[in-house]
């Protein structure tokens, strides 16, 4: 299964794919430099194919728990001043994507979206500890009427030069569902309460709309 975002770049993929093979079976006659060629070709297509996959994944929607929002590893964990919108202090939870993760964007809880905007910005290496201020970004805060809200912001990295984000203002989050999708590489910070219990660590590996990262109270 494959996102949607994914379909026109596949089907170029394809296209590129075939012409290839044609063009390199005529006009190359070295055998082992066909074969070559034609292995590249199939190692890009099944990149392009694997960048795009979207798995289904079985959410238990929780209002105490805060699912990951996508997966990757998380690469930080720290209590930091949240200028954008809560203008206080919150904990930070970050989760760094490969080229090689699922790149699909999941609520990471339900509820209400209270707020949604895009900011253009630079392209620095998605764990650049700048990248959650400077970069291209979207920044999406949802309202629980159990505990409050949870923002979740998509960075784009060096690689991603598209965010594509389908939260709106008013809209409901399902806990799990898709919310967007960036393309190659970056990663997802989540800022939360400070009274959240962490559930994870730092380099542990996760799934989105499956771990559980945290844990709030009423």
Known sequence: MFHKEGYKIIF?????????????????????????????????????????????RHSNPNDLNVLSAVDGKVVVIEEVLENEYFKDKRIQISVFMSPLNVHVTRYPIGGKISYSKYHPGKYLV???PKASEENERTTVV?????????????????????IVNYAKVNDGAIQGADSGFIKFGSRVDIFLPLTADIKVKLNQKVRGGETVIAELHE
């Open 12 to 56: 170029g993929a394809f296209i590129v794919v075939v012409a290839g093979v044609l063009i390199i079976d005529g006009a190359i006659s070295i055998n082992w430099l066909r074969t070559i060629l034609m292995v590249v070709l199939l190692v890009f297509l099944i990149m392009i194919l694997q960048f795009f996959r979207n798995p289904k």
């Open 126 to 128: 998605a764990w650049h």
């Open 142 to 162: 949802v309202a629980n009427e159990t505990y409050g809200e949870v923002m979740y912001r998509q960075i784009a990295g060096a690689l991603a030069k598209r």
